[in-house]
C-alpha cells in the first residue's frame, strides 16, 4: 500500500504498511482499485448530455467511503467495486482511439480484485509534480462527494458537480500539462463552493437558520444514544423515532452543531453534546455507557469495550460493528435495535458540566452585522482569525489552543468543523456583547466562513478579499478540508497558514507554485504567527 492522503501520513511522506488512521494494506488497496474503477466509469460517462444524474451520485458515494476514518469493512468495498463494473459497463463505450485500461477491466473474484489493486495505485504516476496534483484533485473530489452526498440525502442535487466530477477523475488518466493539472485545481476549488452552497441550501431549507445556542455538555440521568459523523437527517429520523422512550440523544464530535438548528430544538429527548472530537472517541465512546450511532467518517478503530453497542451507517463501517442499512424510498432508517439497546444501558458518566456557545452561520452573524462592523470600525475589533477545519491526535495541534489563548483580545476568532474542539471549551470572553469564538459549525458549514467574508468585502467596499482585516490559520486532517482549501484559492484567498504540517501529497515544486501564486505558507511559532496575523502578513 501507499497512502498519504491525510495529515497524519507515517512521517509526513506515507503509510506503506498499516495506514496511521488504522486501515490494512488490504482495505486500502481495495479503496485504490475502486478510485480507479470510478476513472473507468468517467471515462466513459463524462460526455453523456444529460450527465446521467444516477451514476453521479454513485461516483460520489463511492468516492466518500474512502475517505480517511470513513469505511474500514473490506466486504463493503468489494461489493462497491462489484457494483462500480457494472455501472461502467452499463455505460457505452467510445472506440476511437486507444481505451485506457480503467474503462475495460474487468474481473468479478477477490483474488483478482487484490491482484489488480497492487497496480493501481498512487504510485504509477512517475512524475512526482504530475502525482501531486492528479491527487490533490482527486482527494479535493473526494471532499466535494461528501458534501454533494449530504445535500442529495436531503434532495437537492447538481448535476453540474457530478459532470465535473466525471470530467475531473477521467483528466487524472490523461497527460495533463502541470499548467492544466493547475487550472484543474482551482475549477475542483470552484466546483467546492458550489457544493457547499447548495449543502448549505438543503440543510437551512429542512431545519432552519442555525442560531445562537447555549449546548450543555453535562449529562441526564437517562440512558441515552450518542450520534457522531456529520448526517443531519439520521440526527432527524434518530430524535423522532426516541421520542417518548426515556431515551435522550446526545452529539458527539462534528454533529455538535445540530444542536443549533431550531428544527431539533422541539425535542425535549435532546439532551446536549457529549465529549470532543474524532480521536478521543476511543475513551469518550466507553464512559458513555449507551449505543453510538457513526453517520459518516470520523470513525476509528473499534475498541472492544464498546463494539457491542456501535452501529454504522451510509458511508461509515467498521468489520465485525452493525450496519443500519439505508433507509427505503419515501422511508426512514429503522434505529429500533439501537432504542432497544439503550434502554438496557446505564446512563452516560459525567466526563464534564457547563456549556458551550456556537451557532454563528453566516445568518446569524449577518443579523449581527451591524455591531460587528461597528466593532471594526471603532477598533474594538482588530482583526478575524479564520481557525476552521479538523482536530486530530497529534500535541502539535496545541498550537491552535495557544494561538486562541495568546491572540489579543481585540481579535475574534472564526471557526467551523472540529478544529473549534482545541479551544471552545475556554473562557475567551467577548467584545461588546459578540463572542471571541464564533463557531458556523460542521466542516461542511466552512460555506459560512467565506460568506462572511464576501459579506464584508462587500460592506466595506473593499475591491480585493484580501484587504479585509482576516488572517486565515487553517488546521487540516482529511479531504474534507482539502476542498475547503481549494475552495478559498478559487476565491482568490492569500497568506493562508496551514498546519500541522504541509499535506505529504504536495511535491516541492507544488508547494511553489501555491506560495508564489497564493502565499500559502506553513504554521511556524506560536507568537510569530501571531505577530505576523496582527499585521496582515
Not at 18 to 39: I, P, S
Not at 241 to 253: N, R, S
Not at 328 to 349: H, N, R
Request: aromatic content about 8%; proline content about 3%.
Amino acid at each position: 500500500m501507499f497512502c498519504y492522503q491525510c495529515q497524519e501520513a507515517a512521517k509526513n511522506e506515507g503509510c506503506t504498511l498499516r495506514g496511521m488512521c488504522g486501515k490494512t494494506e488490504e482495505t486500502a488497496n481495495l479503496q485504490d482499485l475502486l478510485v480507479y474503477l470510478l476513472k473507468g466509469i468517467s471515462i466513459r460517462g463524462e460526455k453523456a448530455d444529460p450527465v446521467n444524474a444516477k451514476v453521479g451520485r454513485f461516483i460520489m458515494e463511492a468516492l466518500f467511503a474512502t475517505i480517511t476514518n470513513a469505511n474500514f469493512d473490506d466486504d463493503r468495498f468489494v461489493a462497491l467495486i462489484r457494483e462500480a463494473i457494472k455501472v461502467r459497463d452499463a455505460l457505452p463505450l467510445e472506440s476511437s482511439g486507444s481505451v485506457h485500461d480503467a474503462a475495460v477491466w474487468t474481473a468479478d473474484t477477490l483474488e483478482a480484485f487484490e491482484e489488480k489493486a497492487k497496480t493501481v495505485g498512487v504510485l504509477t504516476t512517475e512524475n512526482e509534480d504530475v502525482r501531486s496534483l492528479r491527487e490533490l484533485i482527486i482527494y479535493g473530489l473526494k471532499g466535494l462527494a461528501a458534501y454533494t452526498e449530504h445535500a442529495a440525502v436531503l434532495g437537492v442535487e447538481d448535476n453540474g458537480l457530478y459532470a465535473f466530477a466525471m470530467e475531473a477523475l477521467a483528466s487524472t488518466t490523461r497527460d495533463l500539462t502541470v499548467d492544466e493539472l493547475v487550472a484543474l485545481t482551482l475549477k475542483t476549488g470552484e466546483m467546492g463552493v458550489a457544493a457547499m452552497a447548495i449543502l448549505d441550501k438543503a440543510n437551512t431549507e429542512k431545519y432552519g437558520n442555525p442560531e445562537i445556542t447555549q449546548v450543555d455538555i453535562g449529562v441526564g440521568t437517562k440512558p441515552g444514544i450518542l450520534i457522531s459523523g456529520h448526517d443531519l437527517k439520521d440526527m432527524a429520523e434518530l430524535l423522532e423515532q426516541t421520542q417518548g422512550t426515556g431515551v435522550d440523544v446526545y452529539t458527539h464530535g462534528e454533529m455538535l452543531p445540530a444542536n443549533y438548528y431550531p428544527t431539533f430544538k422541539k425535542y425535549d429527548n435532546f439532551h446536549g453534546n457529549y465529549g470532543g472530537s474524532w480521536w478521543k472517541q476511543g475513551s469518550e465512546f466507553d464512559t458513555f455507557n449507551g449505543p453510538i450511532l457513526m453517520t459518516t467518517n470520523c470513525i476509528t478503530p473499534v475498541k472492544d469495550a464498546y463494539k457491542d453497542r456501535i452501529f454504522t451507517t451510509n458511508t461509515a463501517g467498521y468489520p465485525g460493528v452493525a450496519h443500519i442499512p439505508d433507509r427505503p424510498e419515501s422511508g426512514e432508517k429503522d434505529f429500533s435495535a439501537m432504542i432497544e439497546l439503550a434502554k438496557t444501558c446505564a446512563a452516560p458518566v459525567e466526563i464534564e458540566t457547563g456549556t458551550i456557545t456556537g451557532g454563528f452561520a453566516h445568518h446569524q452573524v449577518m443579523q449581527l452585522a451591524d455591531k460587528v462592523v461597528d466593532a471594526v470600525k471603532t477598533g474594538a475589533i482588530k482583526r478575524f482569525i479564520v481557525m476552521a477545519g479538523c482536530d486530530g491526535r497529534h500535541k502539535t495541534r496545541d498550537y491552535y489552543k495557544d494561538v486562541a489563548e495568546t491572540l489579543p483580545k481585540d481579535t475574534v476568532i472564526l471557526t467551523a468543523g472540529c478544529a473549534k474542539y482545541r479551544y471552545n471549551k475556554l473562557n475567551l470572553g467577548d467584545i461588546g456583547g459578540i463572542p471571541r469564538v464564533l463557531d458556523a459549525g460542521q466542516c461542511n458549514d466552512s460555506y459560512s466562513l467565506a460568506v462572511i467574508a464576501m459579506k464584508l468585502q462587500e460592506v466595506f467596499g473593499l475591491d480585493d478579499i484580501n484587504d479585509l482585516p482576516i488572517s486565515y490559520d487553517i488546521a487540516w486532517y482529511e479531504q474534507k478540508a482539502v476542498i475547503v482549501l481549494l475552495a478559498l484559492l478559487f476565491l482568490g484567498v492569500k497568506g493562508i497558514r496551514l498546519g500541522p504540517t504541509l499535506p505529504a501529497f504536495l511535491s516541492a515544486n507544488v508547494v511553489k507554485v501555491l506560495v508564489e501564486n497564493f502565499n500559502v505558507k506553513p504554521i511556524g511559532e506560536v507568537a510569530d504567527d501571531i505577530a505576523a496575523m496582527m499585521e496582515g502578513k
